[in-house]
């Protein structure tokens, strides 16, 4: 779709897709990443403090949307210092110190060099949780509400490109069932690149940069805008369908009147209260 893509408008609206266009992240966590920690780690007995703690470090603080296996190894190494020895924690260290990839398939590369039970462990703990994120009911994945609205207003002036580090077929099914895609011009999702790199692709196709804004809801969407020196709009982690209607009734006029400059930092500054009020306690 990247290679076909052809610029229609000189104004270009790149969204994210879990967590910001897509109600799909906390469900996600509350359902399958959490609960599957306590199950294949053995944490029954702290499971309320953990989970409490797994979703707000991956859901409503500055390490949100982190990496899985990043969260797997900060939630063990709590365990390890607070309750009970987690033998092998030095393997997981060292592994995401110097892995290429944080995902299955370089774990079970490095688990074909060096074997390690609790990297099998956690290899075992993702696999669930791709299993239970698959039994979620796909008509409970949907866009916070006004998305779809505010889409069809910027499609009227503006490309939309989203812009996800999520696998390819997952954001084609959940835009395509709930209607969004028909206002999309291209997805780059994460076999395209980082968001940074796909940004840095799309402006190749000749937006001037103060054209360009990005959408997102975590601070990885936030440091893909800043690299690429376009705009930055935050959909806050809880007030998400508040911070649509407002992009859709304040800012984006603004973006396209050239004028969401002024307001840049507010919206930099809210974005990190919203997230800095839950972390690291
Ligand atoms: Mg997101």
């Not at 398939?105 to 994120?133: D, F, H, I, T």
Request: aromatic fraction near 10%; charge should be negative; proline fraction near 4%.
């Amino acid at each position: 779709m990247l290679e076909n893509f052809r610029r229609k408008h000189d104004y270009l609206v790149c969204i994210d897709s879990d967590g910001c266009a897509m109600d799909t992240m906390n469900i996600k966590h509350f359902r399958a990443f959490g609960p599957q920690m306590i199950k294949v780690f053995g944490l029954e007995e702290w499971q309320d403090e953990l989970l409490e703690r797994w979703n707000r470090e991956n859901l409503f603080s500055f390490t949100r949307g982190m990496n899985r296996f990043l969260g797997c190894f900060s939630l063990l190494s709590y365990v390890h210092e607070t309750y009970r020895e987690i033998p092998g924690l030095a393997d997981m260290q060292d592994w995401i110190e110097n892995a290429t990839s944080l995902s299955n398939a370089g774990l079970k590369q490095r688990l074909a060099e060096a074997p390690s039970e609790l990297l099998e462990k956690a290899l075992e703990w993702s696999n669930a949780v791709n299993k239970a994120v698959g039994e979620i009911p796909e008509e409970e994945n949907v866009p916070f509400p006004g998305v779809l609205e505010t889409l069809q207003k910027i499609h009227e002036v503006a490309d939309i490109a989203i812009v996800s580090s999520a696998n390819p077929e997952a954001v084609h099914e959940e835009w395509t069932r709930t209607g969004l895609m028909p206002y999309v011009d291209v997805v780059c999702a994460q076999n395209v690149g980082t968001k940074a790199q796909s940004i840095g692709y799309l402006l190749e196709h000749g937006y001037d940069k103060a054209k360009v804004i990005k959408i997102g809801d975590a601070p990885g969407d936030q440091d893909a805008a800043e690299q690429n020196h376009v705009f930055y709009y935050p959909i806050l982690a809880g007030d998400e369908a508040a911070c649509w209607k407002a992009f859709d009734e304040v800012y984006f006029d603004r973006f396209m009147a050239g004028t969401y400059g002024e307001v840049q930092e507010e919206m930099q500054k809210r974005f990190n209260d919203n997230l800095s009020r839950h972390s690291d306690s």
